[in-house]
């Protein structure tokens, strides 16, 4: 099978794969806040592994870059369609809300388009580290601005059953997520590894 096959089952079963051996693979409960940050933080982990740990083959780097963007792209799917139209229905137009809104509804676009390009990207393409750089630093102000500014905002206007109402939509979400992936997750743990000549590989992504 071609590394890059493996690489695009990786993608599809990366929700599966972000969680350590034998740990509940469930959403974390609690409210949308607290759900969506647990993501930040496996998020945040997968950077650091992609860019700052040096005894990472190069396999293990594509597979992390397919989880980190497996990850965002689930992320940021659950972001707009529960958590930022709801925030945006409680807020008024040409109020300091609403900017805060649709800034990060365009944060999303700057990423998602990042995305794309990596998604499409040559292993072996020279500027992929770049790229994951660049989207780590996006990520990184999206989640500071979120977490510092628009989550708190939420929480105001929201309110906590809301709140708990939204986390618990994540939660079914994941749980439809997981459930996609669980069968290609077992297919992937069963399949020997790749011969070298088939190295060369693009990462794929979801569209
Ligand atoms: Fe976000």
Redesign the pocket.
Known sequence: MALGNIVSEVFDTAREMLKPEGEEREAPFGDAITILKADHREVEALFESILEEKNLTLRGQRENIAKVLAALTL??KI?ESLLYPAVYGKTKRDTDERLKVLE?YE??ASMKDLIRKIGRADARDESLKAKVQVLSELTKH?VTE?EHEFFREAREVLGEKRLIAIGEEIRKIKARAQKRADPKSKALAARKKPSKSSSRSTIKTKK
């Open positions: 992320h940021a972001e990060a944060e999303h999206h979120e």
